[in-house]
């Protein structure tokens, strides 16, 4: 029975897998083009922003893991605040309502533990 729970907090502890900045650029990117139907344009403008805020975020987990916890939270909102700004210059007002519902229902499938995309896991 100890053994069961042993391996059950071993498998818990792993930390998860990060991807690079680039593939979860192309992965955001294409779950948005699918949402709210991207012109090409606007799926390279969406791909850059995703690229550039993956960047910064992913160089914040870098310094959190060397102990630079304070604040990174806030900083990440931050970060979030600006991408859904820049978002919205991109999509059209149809595109945004859109939008925002695919945010909405990726919240929602977080919090029931399907991985943050709606209708699963990953």
């Given amino acids: 029975?100890?053994?069961?729970?042993?391996?059950?907090?071993?498998?818990?502890?792993?930390?998860?897998?990060?991807?690079?900045?680039?593939?979860?650029?192309?992965?955001?990117?294409?779950e948005v083009k699918k949402a709210v139907n991207l012109n090409d344009k606007q799926e390279k403008q969406v791909y850059d922003l995703y690229l550039e805020?993956?960047?910064?975020?992913?160089?914040?987990?870098?310094?959190?893991?060397?102990?630079?916890?304070?604040?990174?939270?806030?900083?990440?909102?931050?970060?979030?605040?600006?991408?859904?700004?820049?978002?919205?210059?991109i999509l059209t007002d149809a595109q945004w309502k859109k939008y925002e519902k695919f945010q909405e229902e990726r919240a929602a499938a977080r919090r029931r533990g399907g991985g943050g995309r709606p209708g699963g896991n990953r």
């Fill in 1 to 30: 029975m100890s053994f069961f729970i042993l391996f059950s907090f071993v498998l818990t502890a792993q930390p998860r897998q990060q991807r690079n900045p680039e593939e979860m650029a192309k992965r955001q990117t294409e």
């Fill in 53 to 89: 805020s993956g960047k910064k975020m992913s160089a914040m987990r870098e310094e959190s893991q060397q102990g630079g916890f304070e604040g990174i939270r806030e900083k990440m909102g931050e970060i979030r605040e600006e991408q859904n700004k820049k978002m919205k210059s």
